[in-house]
């Protein structure tokens, strides 16, 4: 399993242009894409104009199909405009937290 880290920064008045687009994303990720496990888009208070989206995929070749797919080409090109700054990096290797019996 590999997670991928993404953070944008959105360009001022482009949020809510942006934020859409980026959810039919990250449902038709999920959707078409066996080997996408997660997709969350993350925004918060005081984070503005910064949206966080960690996936996680079952390897690189994954990911890799995963940026070659149609949407994905698609939703890249339509948010180009709104996109100041964008971020990426891929952990390769994950270990989900164990979890403890009551």
Do not use: N, W
């Not at 994303?25 to 496990?37: F, I, K, N």
């Amino acid at each position: 399993m590999i997670a991928v880290c993404v953070t944008f920064r959105i360009k001022p008045g482009a949020m809510d242009r942006f934020m859409p687009l980026m959810q039919v994303q990250a449902d038709t990720s999920l959707r078409v894409e066996p080997d996408c496990h997660l997709f969350d888009i993350c925004t918060g208070a005081g984070s503005g104009d910064t949206v966080f989206l960690y996936e996680l995929y079952t390897d690189r070749s994954a990911f890799d199909l995963h940026l070659a797919s149609a949407h994905f080409t698609a939703f890249d090109a339509e948010v180009a405009e709104m996109v100041q700054d964008k971020s990426v990096t891929i952990y390769d290797t994950v270990r989900p937290a164990q979890e403890t019996a009551d």
